[in-house]
């Protein structure tokens, strides 16, 4: 069965840095890229990050909203990626999602909550 | 950026057919793929490709549509299908989600 959690959200302040972490397991990860897709409370869906597998390099998009702030990255070795948003902004506050592969997004994590406040 | 309109919400009767539709800005060949999405859960995957039906999906639903428009249809609604339905586009990068058709029963 395939897993996804996501851990490491919280509440920051403005100007603040995080970084998210997403375990997997039941799939063969070195297979697979990896998503991270967000959501602000009450709205809907944005994609934030795409790191591909070894096959791609590691390679990794990024939002155009977001690229200069956030670093995606992967550990073959313990099943996981990572997220490192910094200069954290009120607009960033969301639900921040693990999802696995190129799209669709098959499966997805329950989500981490971010909140950016003072 | 590819953007994807959906109406905002629909209301329908449980066992009627309900139809959600999704225009994109720009060809999206057939990459399009639709997710449902309950109040406080994860969104799951309902259609990929268009028109494909995801494992363990209701065959109550389905999906049409290339290029431009598509369209999700659920017949018969059922009171569990009580939701936001998105669609997101994966032809063009960066991928998109439309912004949500909240579904409600009547």
């Known amino acids: 069965e395939v897993q996804i959690l996501e851990t490491g959200g919280g509440l920051v302040k403005p100007g603040g840095s995080l970084r998210l972490s997403c375990a997997t397991s039941?799939?063969?990860?070195?297979?697979?890229?990896m998503n991270w897709v967000r959501q602000a409370p009450g709205k809907g869906l944005e994609w934030v990050a795409q790191?591909?597998?070894?096959?791609?390099?590691?390679?990794?998009y990024y939002a155009e909203s977001l690229e200069g702030r956030v670093t995606i990255s992967r550990d073959d070795s313990k099943s996981s990626v990572y997220l490192q948003v910094s200069s954290l902004r009120a607009e960033d506050t969301a639900i921040y999602y693990c999802?696995?592969?190129?799209?669709?997004?098959?499966?997805w994590g329950q989500g981490t909550l971010v909140t950016v406040s003072s | 950026d590819t953007v994807l309109t959906q109406s905002p919400a629909l209301a329908v009767s449980p066992g009627e057919r309900v139809t959600i539709s999704c225009r994109a800005s720009?060809?999206?060949?057939?990459?399009m793929h639709w997710y449902q999405q309950k109040p406080g859960q994860q969104p799951t995957l309902l259609i990929y490709?268009?028109?494909n039906l995801e494992s363990g999906v209701p065959a109550r639903f389905s999906g049409s549509g290339s290029g431009t428009d598509f369209t999700l249809t659920i017949d018969p609604v059922e009171a569990d299908d009580t939701a936001t339905y998105y669609c997101?586009?994966?032809?063009?990068?960066?991928?998109?989600f439309g912004g949500g058709t909240k579904l409600e029963l009547k």
């Open positions: 997101q586009q994966s032809w063009n990068d960066p991928p998109t």
């Open positions: 039941g799939f063969n990860f070195n297979d697979y890229f």
């Open positions: 790191i591909r597998n070894k096959n791609y390099n590691y390679a990794t």
């Open positions: 999802t696995r592969g190129g799209s669709p997004f098959a499966y």
């Open positions: 720009e060809s999206v060949s057939t990459l």
């Open positions: 490709l268009a028109s």
